[in-house]
């Protein structure tokens, strides 16, 4: 009777075992920044993908938070209550956001962080913003030869941010006739406020050589300033290889470079690794980094962007 009982118990828990190997995703709960922004729909559109590609059943829910904690916290909260297996989370707040992901993975839910760090996540998947900011400020320094004025048009404080200027901080700091203008003005990630900081900058300073801006909104609004107070002779270069901006790349705008993000590999990947974790395989490295490139005028042509077909 004892060796029959054992025998039942270890298949039982040889059984439990499998299970907890095979576990498949039937529903993964996305939350982004803002899906107006073309950058977080192919977040969206690329997660989709890889879930249906692994598991053609599975449903995913995407939720835009609008930078909005609070109605972030509640997307958690009705993913939770819709018992998805994994979460993509893009975080309104790095730090304020932990409570929500520490509920969740109490809930037995994954959540893997997409694009900027989110405290207490399984994971992490975003571009390697540091190098991103390092290679957009490479641009400006060669195209000044080494020597000029330059202006670091900072954003809202999230690690990607941070990241970027960290990166473009140290390519100046290596080039002893670049002068750092100003490096601490939010141009609050979009056109406008990035059109309204360089009003403020060319009012200001008279001799000024290039800017640095933290994505490609900020650099179309540094644009169209310096248009407004026809300024020219200026290098604009940023981060994310968004579709404006290979726009601007091709028509006439002092825009001259971008380091480009991969919003669908990001996602893609982010959903792999999510995969993994649920199914007891943890990353190696929890911060995963994805390496930028530089699109510029001269091979914007071939530059395969955000919106091209996957």
Not at 297 to 306: A, P, Q
Request: aromatic share 4%.
């Amino acid at each position: 009777m004892f060796v029959r009982k054992a025998l039942v118990a270890g298949i039982a828990l040889a059984c439990a075992t499998g299970v907890a190997q095979a576990r498949e995703i039937k529903s993964v709960g996305v939350t982004v920044g803002s899906l107006g922004n073309p950058f977080f729909v192919t977040i969206a559109k690329g997660a989709e993908a890889k879930v249906k590609e692994m598991y053609p059943n599975a449903k995913v829910i995407t939720a835009s938070a609008d930078y909005d904690l609070n109605k972030q916290f509640t997307q958690i909260d009705n993913f939770i209550s819709a018992g998805v297996d994994l979460i993509l989370l893009n975080a309104a707040d790095a730090k304020a956001i932990e409570p929500a992901v520490k509920k969740a993975q109490k809930a037995g839910i994954t959540v893997v962080a997409v694009d900027v760090a989110a405290a207490g996540a399984d994971a992490t998947v975003q571009t390697d913003n540091v190098q991103a900011g390092r290679i957009a400020c490479e641009h400006i320094v060669k195209r000044l030869s080494g020597k000029g004025n330059v202006i670091i048009q900072n954003g809202p404080q999230v690690s990607a941010v941070v990241d970027r200027v960290k990166g473009c901080k140290e390519v100046f700091a290596a080039a002893p006739g670049i002068k750092v203008l100003s490096d601490d003005q939010d141009g609050k990630g979009s056109r406008e406020g990035g059109m309204n900081v360089m009003l403020g900058h060319l009012t200001r300073f008279q001799k000024l050589d290039a800017v640095f801006t933290i994505n490609d909104p900020q650099a179309i609004g540094t644009d169209l300033a310096a248009r407004q107070l026809k300024r020219k002779g200026l290098v604009i270069s940023s981060v994310d290889g968004a579709p404006d901006i290979e726009n601007a790349l091709k028509s006439e705008t002092q825009v001259e470079a971008s380091a480009s993000q991969d919003p669908w590999l990001m996602a893609q990947q982010a959903i792999v690794i999510g995969n993994d974790i649920l199914n007891g395989k943890k990353p190696a490295n929890p911060m995963v980094l994805i390496p930028s490139t530089l699109v510029t005028r001269d091979n914007v042509g071939s530059y395969k962007g955000w919106s091209s077909p996957r």
